[in-house]
C-alpha cells in the first residue's frame, strides 16, 4: 500500500510534470512514486490531458511561403540515408535545406533510437549556422513524454528501478527502466558525486553501449536514453566519469515485476 | 482523411499523407510556434522541426490518449521551450503574452475547439491561470514563476496545482 504522505510530497512536482516544465531530477522523483502508485498514475494522466488541451489558445498564424515544402524537403533529406524507410516522392529541396539536417540525422534509429549527448552536440554545430540552437532538455523532454506514454502503455508493470553504487558499495543514484514501444533507461546521480561528465553505458549479455551522457552540477543531474532491449536483457548499467569514476547498477540478478 | 489515418500513413513513410498532415496542421503549429519564440523566422525553424519529429514518431501515436492536434501541439511546445531556454532573449515577457492568448481580443482568431479550455483559464482566478500558462506554454518552471512574478516558491507550486486540478474540474463538467 502506498504511503499517503508520500503523494502529497510529489503533488507539486506532480502538476509540473503534467506541464512538462519539470526538471530532470523532479521527473525521476515522480515516476520513481508512480511505479508504486496508480491513484497518482491516473492523476498524471488527467492533467496531462488538461495541459496538453491549455496548448489549444494559441491563435493560427499562416507560415512562409514554401513552409510546407521545407518540411518535405528535410524528410526526404533523411530518408535518403541507408537504411532509412522510404518516403516516396517530395518537392526538390531548396537550397538551404539541401543537407540532411545534422541534428536528425544524428538520431536516425539504430540500435539506440536515441542518444541524447551525441544529439546535443550535434544539435548545437549543427543548427548554430542558422541562427538556432537547441539544447539537450529537448531530448530529454521527448524521454519524459515517453515515460508518461510508456506508464500508459505498460500501466506501470514493467517499471523498474535499481541503486547505483560506488566501488565501496555507497549510494550515489538510481537507475529507473522501463519496458515499451520503445524502452528507456534513465539514470540519476545525487550531489555526492564529483560535478562533470559521466558516459551512460548499458550492457546486456551481448552488447555493451554508451548510450548517453549525463552532467553533474552541485546538485546532481539525470540523463537518458531509449534503448532497442528489453529491460530484463540489461545486467549493468554503468555510469564513467571524466577522471575515471565509476559507478554501477548491477541488474544481473533482476527480472521484470 | 482523418489525422490517425494520415499519421499511420507517415509511420509507413508516405509523403503524400505528411503533406496533407503539414497543409491541415502548419497554421496551428506556426501559431504557437510564434505564441513561444515571438520571432517568425525562429518560429519558423522550430514549426519545421515539429513537424519532422511528428514524422518520426508517427508509429508511436496513439488516438486513445491525444488528439493529433494536442499530440503535435505538445511536440512543438517542447522544441520551442528548447529554444527559449538557450536564446533567452527571445522570452521578453512570457506573462503579457500569457496574457494575451487568453484575451478576448483574440476570440477572432481562435479555433473553434480551443473555446471550452479558454474559456476554463478565464474562469479561473487570475494568478492561477498565469501560472499554468508560463508552465504550460513556456516551460517555466515554478521557481522561474516565482522569479519573474516575485512571489514565494511554494506559492508558484501550489497555484499550478491548483490551477490545473480547477481546470479539470470546469472541464469534466462541460464534458458531462
Given at each position: 500500500m502506498v504511503d499517503p504522505t508520500r503523494c502529497g510530497d510529489v503533488a507539486d512536482a506532480l502538476a509540473e510534470v503534467a506541464t512538462g516544465a519539470a526538471s530532470g531530477p523532479d521527473r525521476a522523483r515522480v515516476l520513481a512514486h508512480l511505479a508504486d502508485c496508480p491513484d497518482c498514475r491516473r492523476e498524471l494522466e488527467e492533467l496531462t490531458r488538461v495541459a496538453d488541451e491549455v496548448l489549444l489558445v494559441a491563435p493560427e498564424h499562416d507560415p512562409p511561403a514554401g513552409f510546407e515544402g521545407a518540411v518535405l524537403a528535410r524528410i526526404a533529406a533523411l530518408t535518403a540515408e541507408p537504411g532509412a524507410p522510404a518516403v516516396p516522392a517530395a518537392p526538390p529541396p531548396p537550397p538551404a535545406e539541401s543537407e540532411p539536417d545534422p541534428v536528425v540525422t544524428a538520431l536516425r534509429p539504430r540500435r539506440w533510437q536515441r542518444v541524447l549527448p551525441y544529439a546535443a552536440a550535434a544539435a548545437v554545430a549543427g543548427l548554430v549556422g542558422a541562427g538556432l540552437v537547441w539544447q539537450a532538455t529537448s531530448e530529454e523532454r521527448d524521454v519524459a513524454a515517453s515515460y508518461r506514454e510508456t506508464l500508459d502503455v505498460a500501466n506501470g508493470r514493467y517499471f523498474h528501478a535499481a541503486p547505483i553504487v560506488d566501488d565501496g558499495g555507497t549510494q550515489v543514484g538510481h537507475v529507473f527502466l522501463y519496458q515499451g514501444e520503445p524502452s528507456w533507461v534513465f539514470t540519476v546521480l545525487d550531489d555526492t558525486v564529483d560535478p562533470g561528465a559521466y558516459e551512460v553505458v548499458v550492457t546486456t549479455e551481448d552488447w555493451s553501449e554508451p548510450v548517453a551522457e549525463l552532467e553533474v552540477d552541485g546538485s546532481g543531474g539525470g540523463a537518458g536514453a531509449t534503448v532497442?532491449?528489453?529491460?530484463?536483457?540489461?545486467?549493468r548499467v554503468e555510469l564513467v566519469g571524466a577522471g575515471g569514476a565509476t559507478f554501477t547498477a548491477d541488474l544481473s540478478g533482476d527480472s521484470p515485476p | 482523411m482523418s489525422d490517425e489515418a494520415l499519421l499511420a500513413g507517415m509511420a509507413a513513410g508516405d509523403a503524400d499523407a505528411m503533406a496533407a498532415f503539414v497543409r491541415r496542421h502548419q497554421g496551428r503549429v506556426y501559431g504557437l510556434a510564434l505564441s513561444v519564440v515571438g520571432v517568425p523566422a525562429i518560429a519558423e525553424e522550430v514549426a519545421q522541426e515539429a513537424f519532422v519529429r511528428a514524422w518520426r514518431h508517427a508509429g508511436n501515436y496513439d488516438a486513445r490518449k491525444a488528439q493529433a492536434s494536442t499530440w503535435l501541439l505538445t511536440i512543438t511546445r517542447n522544441v520551442a521551450i528548447d529554444v527559449l531556454r538557450v536564446?533567452?532573449?527571445?522570452?521578453?515577457?512570457p506573462a503579457v503574452v500569457a496574457e494575451m492568448l487568453i484575451s478576448p481580443t483574440n476570440d477572432s482568431d481562435r479555433v473553434a475547439d480551443s473555446e471550452r479550455i479558454t474559456a476554463a483559464l478565464r474562469a479561473l482566478p487570475r494568478e492561477q491561470a498565469m501560472a499554468v500558462l508560463l508552465s504550460?506554454?513556456?516551460?517555466?518552471t515554478a521557481r522561474e514563476i516565482s522569479e519573474k512574478e516575485q512571489i514565494p516558491l511554494g506559492t508558484a507550486k501550489t497555484r499550478i496545482r491548483t490551477g490545473l486540478s480547477r481546470l479539470r474540474a470546469m472541464l469534466e463538467v462541460s464534458h458531462g
Open positions: 532497442d532491449a528489453d529491460i530484463y536483457q540489461i545486467e | 536564446r533567452r532573449e527571445l522570452a521578453v515577457e504550460v506554454h513556456f516551460g517555466l
